[in-house]
């Protein structure tokens, strides 16, 4: 995914550039990259709720102060406006298999075996079902 790193400090100190609103083409989202951060450390926060504290708590994880973040290309609104944006290379597809079609002959040749069995059971397993709701039809009729 396609990296965001911010160039000013919260303060907005270092280099910052503003934006005019009327140059601002879409939203986005983007997600704090803890991988690169080695955000690790979790700690416990109380709950609010109504913005008042609980006396409950639940864990959260700390971001380590890293000013990195990962575009979000998952989001389905405006996907297609990000990829016209990015280069090419940020945003086109990652094969996760090398020969695909190999792999595709390698799982269709198992379930040739595993499939046969697996409809052999289900039929035996709706007999049985049948069966059984047939004697109870009976026994209830009696």
């Keep these: 995914m396609p990296v965001i790193n911010r160039a ?3 303060e907005g ?3 910052c550039t503003q934006v005019p609103v009327e140059s601002v083409a879409f939203i986005f989202n983007a997600q704090h990259h803890c991988r690169a951060a080695g955000c690790a450390r979790l700690e416990d926060q109380q709950i ?3 913005r008042r504290l609980t006396g409950r708590t639940r864990t ?3 971001h380590e102060p890293m000013d990195r973040y990962l575009l979000n290309m998952h989001a389905l ?3 297609a406006l990000i990829r016209d944006i990015l280069p090419h290379e940020l945003t086109s597809p990652i094969p ?3 020969d695909r079609e190999l792999r595709h002959s390698e799982l269709a040749s198992a379930m ?3 499939g046969p069995r697996k409809r052999a059971g289900a039929q035996a397993k709706a007999a049985e079902t049948r069966a059984r709701n047939k004697h109870a039809a009976k ?3 009696s």
């Design 77 to 79: 609104h405006n996907a």
């Design 60 to 62: 959260a994880l700390i």
């Design 13 to 15: 100190q270092g280099q």
């Design 139 to 141: 026994d209830g009729a």
């Design 96 to 98: 996760y298999l090398t």
């Design 48 to 50: 609010r709720q109504e």
């Design 8 to 10: 000013c400090d919260a």
């Design 112 to 114: 040739r075996i595993s």
